[in-house]
């Protein structure tokens, strides 16, 4: 090959361009970026608006000289592809800092357009105040405004990974900050009750939380502040709005080039990255990818995703047999929240249901992050999704202080393994005190589920409790039930379980339930042994105060 073209650098066409190189000495390599920076940490821009990331440059992965002086890479910012030609194999460039439109001939093209922040048609949606968050200059904007209009509210439209971010960034400015989200919780990827932790953080810190609330538009106000319009006919006055509803991929260019688009609206690939052109190639933000469980498609814009991706393209085009493909993506995402940090893997309980997947059991608990007797130690929240007939693990979701990240690397790995509840039972991982606990909280869930599945302690859900359910036993003390309890359960404290069987009707179901779930799990157990048809409440009272 001479002639490697690359639409957009960032993530997926800039480590496309370096991996091309170290395995392609002689190839032409360009970079055609419509952008001011060729590859920027996006990731990082809400912590640049909050000042944490205090230099700008800080955030430049790589310049144009870099990728000249190490690869001999030739980079083109600020020069914006019009139009491709398939058939002469061209395309069409307008440099945007003289206006000046010129044509490029490539033998293989690669696709890194990335996705734009939704920006609805609203009224007002273009008044002053009103930001996205896409790049540095959107950032620079947001800074400045800050700054030159001293103010002191500010408005976060969407409760997403950005939206939250940028609740946590603009909260340093000292401001008053409220989210308006249509969805009825935050962080819409989680299941609703990992998400209220989330919410009951945001409410120590004073964020007020719309939910169920969507704009409709905004308005000029006489002092100068945004009138936010909402559904429920309440207007929220701010000194700026931030829109972090989402983003949608860049797939102009692949429609005028007639390439295929994918049902979710990506540009649609193989597995080697390969668009409906044998030459063109596309990866990012802007390709439909698959579910790496379901097979399902999907559109997941994520960094590692697409780094990963222009990896490939380059060992497609220039590596040896085997050629690698790419696996499909678990969704496998981190979000910290003023101190607070939510992470998750695979499919949400809601996405499973949503794709009618119904053939699946979960269980919850909620360990320390390190061994409870050393000092600080904190609680994570933690739900394991897994299939009932084998155990094959379909996800995972923990909110937590501390030591949520590393529990759920260890399950994504799991995952990429096709992975069972046994092997976290069986995980062998690092042990010392400050780090973790003999019995990690991945050993833990792994054995909480494996004890489900072989039927040693079958777990029932709070949502599946009803007028008609069974006889309830909460195993706490006499004090923690008389401070509260689940109407209609009865207190006998675990150790008076045995003391008590006689009590205890044998032709009916028995749930027990706890705080946590150890206790009622060794209670379900007792009963379990003296014939009675016993299962602990998986979750314990933490959980079911959650769900309220």
Request: charged content about 25%.
């Amino acid at each position: 090959m001479k002639r490697l073209l690359i639409v957009g650098g960032v993530a997926g066409g800039a480590s496309c361009a370096a991996r091309a190189r170290r395995l392609s000495e002689h190839t032409e390599i360009i970079i055609f970026e419509r952008g001011e920076f060729v590859s920027f940490a996006n990731c990082g821009l809400p912590y640049y608006v909050g000042n944490v990331i205090t230099k700008e440059e800080n955030l430049l992965v790589a310049s144009p000289q870099m990728f000249k002086g190490w690869f001999n890479i030739e980079v083109r910012t600020e020069n914006n592809v019009c139009s491709i030609n398939r058939e002469k194999k061209e395309i069409e460039v307008q440099d945007l800092k003289t206006g000046k439109i010129y044509k490029e001939s490539y033998d293989k093209l690669l696709l890194s357009p990335g996705a734009s922040p939704i920006k609805p048609k609203l009224d007002g949606i273009d008044l002053p105040g009103i930001f996205t968050l896409r790049n540095i200059a959107d950032s620079r904007n947001i800074i400045n405004w800050i700054k030159q209009k001293h103010i002191k509210r500010a408005v976060v439209v969407g409760g997403g990974f950005i939206g939250l971010e940028m609740v946590e960034n603009l909260k340093r400015h000292g401001l008053d900050v409220s989210i308006i989200e249509m969805q009825p919780q935050v962080m819409p990827p989680v299941d609703p009750e990992i998400a209220s932790f989330i919410h009951e953080h945001l409410k120590k810190y004073d964020i007020s939380l719309l939910l169920k609330t969507s704009v409709t538009g905004f308005k000029q106000e006489k002092d100068g502040s945004i009138g936010i319009l909402t559904n429920t006919g309440k207007v929220i006055q701010s000194d700026i709005v931030v829109l972090s509803i989402g983003v949608k991929p860049e797939i102009d260019l692949a429609k005028q080039a007639g390439l295929s688009i994918g049902k979710l609206g990506g540009i649609e690939v193989n597995e080697y990255m390969q668009t409906s052109d044998e030459n063109i190639y596309a990866v990012g933000d802007a390709v439909q990818v698959k579910d790496y469980i379901s097979g399902i498609p999907a559109l997941i814009p994520l960094a590692g995703p697409a780094n990963r991706q222009g990896r490939i393209v380059a060992d497609v085009l220039f590596g040896k047999d085997p050629l690698p493909k790419f696996r499909g993506v678990q969704g496998t995402s981190i979000c910290g929240i003023l101190g607070l940090t939510v992470a998750f893997t695979g499919l949400s309980e809601k996405a499973l249901k949503r794709n009618k997947m119904n053939e699946y059991e979960k269980i919850y608990l909620h360990p320390d992050n390190h061994a409870g007797y050393y000092p600080d130690a904190k609680t994570i929240t933690m739900k394991l999704i897994f299939s009932q007939s084998d155990g094959k693990i379909l996800g995972a979701q923990a909110v937590g202080m501390a030591g949520v990240d590393k529990r759920i690397d260890v399950i994504s790995m799991a995952i990429q393994k096709n992975g069972t509840v046994f092997d976290l039972e069986e995980a062998e991982l690092c042990y010392a005190p400050p780090y973790g606990s003999a019995k990690d909280p991945v050993n833990m869930a792994g054995m909480i589920a494996s004890n489900s599945i072989r039927g040693y302690s079958p777990v029932a859900h709070w949502e599946n409790i009803n007028d008609n359910s069974p006889y309830i036993i909460d195993v706490r003390t006499v004090f923690e039930y008389s401070k509260s309890h689940l109407q209609g359960s009865i207190n006998i404290p675990l150790h008076q379980i045995r003391d008590k069987i006689s009590e205890i009707p044998k032709d009916r179901e028995i749930l027990t339930y706890c705080v946590v779930g150890k206790r009622s799990y060794i209670a379900a157990r007792i009963l379990r042994q003296y014939g009675f048809n016993a299962k602990g409440i998986s979750g314990g009272f933490i959980l079911y105060n959650s769900l309220k």
